[in-house]
């Protein structure tokens, strides 16, 4: 019984069936609490269901209270070998995560409780609650990384933001301040300069003399091309980090395929930064006969079922498939579907010609393979046109 | 006749001249008939003209009505081999396409029909003709594809904006609400919050306390920061899409010209991705003598014109031009000209001297086959020189 | 004299001291020019300087007239041989420059001399006459080069705005007709949402109901991520272009370079596209002796004086410098200045050992040099060290 | 005592305490001074605090002060061998760091002193200051360097936004003249065009004509397409400069490692395009047993201490460690920590494996010394196994 509760926090790459509801109903929970809270500061928002919000407010609270106290105890069951119960607690509990979990319902309670907290922290603290959701998307952490990494360049280009958006205000100040009241300061006029740098443009703060109007506009210009400095460098950062992030996660997978086990440390590198990992459930169709193959598949886990023309057969972790179309350059000559839940590796059409036009042993394997299974097919087509029908 | 008809609504590379003529009477059919759709929702636009505007909606309807009969026709006419005509009927209507032809015309005509259409479905269903436009542009297919392929990355920075825009909304809620009505509850703050970090900055909400406009100021430098990376995310997805699109549409081409027959088929994709496919109508140019040399062509299908000092003569597909003025960097020697549709493969220079750099048997042939041309062309020269003037 | 005005309106890579003159007075004649049709638009900017400005105005009239007539002379007399002068004239007077040049003076004086020019005309065709700059910036040729190019891509992306532009409108009138009068029709719904997609946000009309604020929020999100595909596919295009035109330019001169034709065409074609080309007029310093150095120089035309320890030595096209300190990792070793007018190769460090990578023969070329101009310098030095001080 | 104080505006990769403190203490003072001299330009700011407020602005100008006699004092005294100690002066006065020095101070001291300058003259040099802080980052000198090597496709470009911003302006300008007074004169267009343009939108000036509104809409459009051509051009030379830059300051480093000296020129040019240079300061973990490993380090100055199943040791600069995850695919098995301040060259997995794939006789001495070191570690463990528990 403890068990299977503990299950209902388990991650991975294929998580329980009961661990994907109980994440769904924690989303939910989570979104509509957040929502409840944000909606909470229109006044009269909730007149005629006050009832409803303050039961389902309480409900979400309950949950994820039970939510927090399981994690507790997960982590405390879970604790590595050696480590002490309350090292692992604390480990949890001072983790992002674990900040994020505890933020979410214990300032709440001890409000409630202590009758101590304001209306505002009830606010502050159930939008809070958002920041749970950050375990189930990669991206914060992801972002992290990529901001320490091009910390240098992206402080490099806010210094620059930062003496372009203090030299335009002064300017623009002693151009205006005269004419135009909204100018009449520095601090007003950087305002408007860091409103027009960064192309938002609000319109309450404009300049009105000719001069003003002609230095804004250069301003605005000036804007547009150095405040895309660091939008660039966090968006090629990012790219770059997820491409490493595929590249690991694959690199880790090759060496369980054992068809790559041939390969040198240094060829299983170049592969590995060519395929992409996929995941497939139970039932779902790969490819389908007839249509124009643009990638081949490596098996890492699970099993599928290939319908030809050779007949039906299944293909499990450390087979291949779709290699046909690769290099016959022919339609997919048979229909492959996932019989279990299957990790698999796809190697483009482009990035296979790549890579065996280096590696001429591994497309003989290939190729070998390929041929055997068109023979087969050949073989048992032959045969069908030969029964009697 | 009726194959006549049938060809009205043929597609492919090269459409016959009615299926030209065709598209364009359709094209203008659903451009007027959604701006017709449009314009009616001004009041009073079309005094004077009620007559024209309401008699021309009404031939738009009948030829969209036609259109859609004639490719039911054809789906039902045109079905695969032991296909059911239903199920080649269904199969069309229940196609992307199929239902925007539906959507098009059949709740305009019900609603005739029964008078129960109210005039906002009139104004909605006229509108949605422009859909049919999208079987003219890969566009929006292509766009699908890179949303399906980069959704990771895409929900990712989609979650780390709407991160952003909470957060945004909670802190300057806080800071103006005594000051500034308009961000007197979260749900308003949002609202500021997104116009501003998307910078767009309309400029209705602003903030008006100092402390508000300096958290405004790191809003604005926040989001575009952070708001470029689902742009650029899209944007390198839809060029990378575009040119792996480049690959396959040249990959099957380039197995269908003898000359890269003798490449081997690692050979043949790294061609495959360098080559960029052209079509050239009847009588185009395709090259003058005296210009700069910048590519070589290979024919696919159709036949061009070769005009230079060696005389005038014919190639056709599997031949290649233009070779000369890369390999020799010299002008142009030959003016080319396409005297049937062509589809040709273009070659850059750069890329040229890439791919024969490591091959250089491929280089032999195309070196061989320019020296004989020279020859001749020399040959020619020598001759018209002994020619009494 | 008749030469000497022809050479007035020469281009090329280095022209005469009267060109550049010449180009100098167009410019100031063009800017002027304009800026005075642009500020006669402002009622009564001229009071107390209508004199002069008037007389400048004829002024500029009367240059760019003759600058019209004599580039119509110099197209007459420099026609190619064989070619009729009617033929030379008329392909001057119909290019793009020509008619540019036409259109700056001829209707003006037309207008002028049949007073039948109202005042507006005067204005658009003396705004007109900023396009004559345009013969001295290749930009605009490039961006019509590359909209040619990835025409597709970009009608491609244009298609998707548009029927977000038409979606968003539709949703957006339907949300708001009741209650915003800025929004009760689909025209005026769809200026909106061009606004906003292409995150201009003027804030004219802005959605007033809280649905609407939600749908705009989407609509602003939306524009953001698909609106930067044209800009991106653009943007792209212009840097490849101008790479494009950088390895061409550089490709034909290094030809003329005698040290490379040691090279293979492949070797060539490789080699060009590392290269960047660069001017240097008559006394410019190229290094400085202590210097970091990052690149090496070759020597297309001109003359260049190398003072190092060695002594001082003259270099001319065909030789290079600089590579001392990129296969040694040393600070410069001489200060080398032009002594004429040069055209260099620049090849950076980076490329100059990826390039030798694979070309060892290159490498020992240069490093022979390099050691017999190294032991020049040392027995120089040394022969310093034994002068008596 | 001299020499300590020339020791405070010491910089390079490991600047002593004294000068971290001094360079703080400057930081402060610079950025109060400006922030006083923005804040002063608000009427009656400092109310009650005018006294505080004066007497910090006193200190700061002393602080500043000394620092520049502080500063002209070590370029007299660190003169180069040879040089006059006016010229030394001079050197460092009319460079732009010793411009900035200046104007931080002397227009102040002097206008004081004279008491001639103007309020706003106490306000321009104290915001001023500001610049001082260029020092302490390299990006304006490099977006310098990027403006200069991009000078032409950036002129280019703004070229191009000219021409559109005038030809934008003509056309609203007539179309909208009539009807909309902000629109008046072309120079009031002019306005329009370049915040429509540029997508600041602010929202003054407003085309009201549908016409207006239609050709507005094609400017928004054309201005996202066409703005982002500098701000792209920019951006892509930035990134490229900073990666050279580091190239630059790698290959320097590479050469004192002793292990990278058995490689050729040309393999070390390609693994310093690999490399990233990282710091650590004394007592920082570099890696912890049992994660991932990602990178393998080389030590180029300082020494780190690797904690292993095999026991404490100590490395040193020319060695390297993290190789071992690399090569196996397996977690970290040691933890290592910086004893002293060190200079690392960090190796990514991607490019370890990129660069060993062409270098076997690297791959080798990695692997020889990773193989004793794992042997060294079983043994150890090994030993502990037989121990008795």
New interface residues.
């Given amino acids: 019984m403890i068990n299977w509760l503990y299950g209902l926090v388990g991650e991975g790459p294929f998580p329980s069936m009961r661990a994907v509801v109980y994440r769904g109903i924690l989303v939910v929970c989570i979104v509509l609490s957040?929502t409840i809270?944000?909606?909470d500061?229109?006044?009269d928002a909730w007149i005629g269901f006050e009832g409803i919000v303050s039961g389902a407010g309480g409900l979400f609270l309950v949950i994820l209270s039970l939510d927090y106290i399981l994690r507790l105890l997960v982590a405390w069951s879970q604790r590595a070998e050696g480590e002490s119960g309350m090292a692992a607690l604390a480990g949890y509990a001072l983790s992002p995560y674990g900040i994020f979990d505890f933020l979410a319902v214990v300032p709440f309670l001890v409000g409630e409780a202590t009758a101590l907290m304001p209306h505002?922290g009830e606010?502050?603290f159930g939008?809070l609650r958002?920041?749970k959701?950050?375990r189930y998307?990669?991206?914060?952490e992801?972002?992290g990384v990529v901001v320490l990494h091009e910390l240098?360049?992206l402080?490099?280009?806010?210094?620059?933001?930062l003496?372009l958006a203090?030299s335009a205000s002064?300017v623009i100040?002693?151009v205006e301040r005269a004419a135009n009241p909204a100018l009449?300061?520095?601090?007003?006029a950087?305002?408007w300069a860091?409103?027009?740098l960064?192309?938002?443009?609000?319109?309450?703060v404009?300049p009105i003399t000719?001069l003003g109007?002609l230095f804004?506009?250069v301003v605005?210009?000036l804007?547009?091309?150095?405040?895309?400095?660091?939008?660039?460098?966090?968006?090629?950062g990012?790219?770059e980090e997820?491409k490493?992030q595929n590249?690991?996660s694959t690199?880790?997978l090759v060496?369980k395929v054992p068809f790559f086990q041939r390969l040198q440390?240094?060829?299983?590198?170049?592969i590995a930064?060519l395929l992409k990992l996929s995941r497939a459930i139970k039932g779902e169709v790969l490819m389908r006969e007839g249509d124009?193959g643009?990638c081949m598949y490596f098996i890492v886990s699970g099993q599928v079922e290939v319908k030809g023309k050779a007949g039906t057969f299944i293909l499990k972790n450390g087979d291949f498939f779709g290699e046909i179309a690769l290099?016959e350059?022919c339609p997919r000559t048979a229909t492959v579907k996932a019989v279990s839940r299957c990790q698999l590796l796809i190697l483009?059409?482009?990035d296979?010609?790549?890579f065996?036009?280096h590696d001429h042993a591994l497309?003989e394997v290939i190729w070998e393979t390929a041929r055997s299974r068109m023979a087969q097919a050949d073989k048992a087509h032959d045969a069908k046109e030969k029964e009697p029908v």
């Avoid at 960064?198 to 309450?204: H, I, K, M, R, W």
């Avoid at 804007?223 to 968006?235: E, Q, W, Y």
């Fill in positions: 957040t809270a944000i909606v500061t229109v006044p505002d606010t502050v939008i958002f920041l959701l950050a998307s990669p991206a914060l992801t972002l240098r360049p402080l490099a280009s806010l210094f620059i933001m003496i203090i002064t100040y002693f009449a300061s520095v601090p007003a950087m305002w860091i409103v027009t960064s192309t938002v443009g609000f319109g309450d404009v000719p109007k804004g506009s605005a210009v804007g547009l091309c150095m405040f895309a400095l660091p939008a660039s460098i966090l968006a090629s990012f790219a997820m490493r590249f690991v690199w880790h060496a440390a240094s060829q299983i590198a170049e930064g124009t643009e290099i350059r483009d059409a482009r296979f010609h790549k065996v036009a497309l």
